[in-house]
T-cell receptor, first 111, second 115 residues
C-alpha cells in the first residue's frame, strides 16, 4: 500500500525566511509522482510543484523547490522568502494512481 | 478554460435527507476522482473513474454512498440517507488520463453540513 507521512502538524516561520516542510513516502512502485498542494483558508486546492520518480533534478517553481531524496523516500518542500500569503495548509501527495495525500502541515507566516 | 466545476458549493440538510453533489470535469479529461476532506481524517479518496467506468470504489464509506458517471462531462455523488458524520468538504478532481502523471485539477469543493 502507498503511504504518505507529514510529521509536522504546524509550523511557524518569520516573513522573508525560508521554511522546509517534511514529507516521507512509502511505495513499492518504481514509477510514481510526488506533488505538493496548498490549501488556503478559502478552501481551494492549489497545485504547487511536481516531482517524478525518474527526474534527476529537483523540481523548482518560483519560490518553491522540492528536495527529493529517493533513497530516503523523502520529498520535502522548501519555500524561500516566505510571505504572509503563504500561510495555509500544505499537503504532500503520492501518485501512481490515484493520488494519496498526507495529513498536511499548517504553515503560519509571522510578520 | 473552465476548470472542474462542482455544485452546490454549500449544502445544509437534515439527517435522513438525500444529498446529491455534482461535478463537471475539465473537457478532455478521462479520469475523475471524488475526495472527502474532514479535520479528523484529512483528504480521503472515495472513488475514481476512468473513461466513465468506476475503477476503485474501496474508499466509499458504506452503502449510503453511491457515485455515477453517466458521461464524460458529468458525475454525481449521492448520499442517501445522510447522517451528521457525513459533514465534510467533498472535492471532485480530474486528470487527462489514468496513467498521466501531471497534476490533479481540483474543483472548489462542496461543503456539506448535515444537521
Amino acid at each position: 500500500a502507498q503511504k504518505i507521512t507529514q510529521t509536522q502538524p504546524g509550523m511557524f516561520v518569520q516573513e522573508k525566511e525560508a521554511v522546509t516542510l517534511d514529507c516521507t513516502y512509502d511505495t513499492s512502485d518504481q514509477s510514481y509522482g510526488l506533488f505538493w498542494y496548498k490549501q488556503p483558508s478559502s478552501g481551494e486546492m492549489i497545485f504547487l510543484i511536481y516531482q517524478g520518480s525518474y527526474d534527476e533534478q529537483n523540481a523548482t517553481e518560483g519560490r518553491y523547490s522540492l528536495n527529493f531524496q529517493k533513497a530516503r523516500k523523502s520529498a520535502n518542500l522548501v519555500i524561500s522568502a516566505s510571505q504572509l500569503g503563504d500561510s495555509a495548509m500544505y499537503f504532500c501527495a503520492l501518485r501512481n494512481t490515484p493520488l494519496v495525500f498526507g495529513k498536511g502541515t499548517r504553515l503560519s507566516v509571522i510578520a | 478554460d473552465a476548470g472542474v466545476i462542482q455544485s452546490p458549493r454549500h449544502e445544509v440538510t437534515e439527517m435522513g435527507q438525500e444529498v446529491t453533489l455534482r461535478c463537471k470535469p475539465i473537457s478532455g479529461h478521462n479520469s475523475l476522482f471524488w475526495y472527502r476532506q474532514t479535520m479528523m481524517r484529512g483528504l480521503e479518496l472515495l472513488i475514481y473513474f476512468n473513461n466513465n467506468v468506476p475503477i476503485d470504489d474501496s474508499g466509499m464509506p458504506e452503502d449510503r454512498f453511491s457515485a455515477k458517471m453517466p458521461n464524460a462531462s458529468f458525475s454525481t455523488l449521492k448520499i442517501q440517507p445522510s447522517e451528521p458524520r457525513d459533514s465534510a468538504v467533498y472535492f471532485c478532481a480530474s486528470i487527462p488520463g489514468q496513467g498521466a502523471f501531471g497534476e490533479l485539477f481540483f474543483g472548489e469543493g462542496s461543503r456539506l453540513t448535515v444537521l
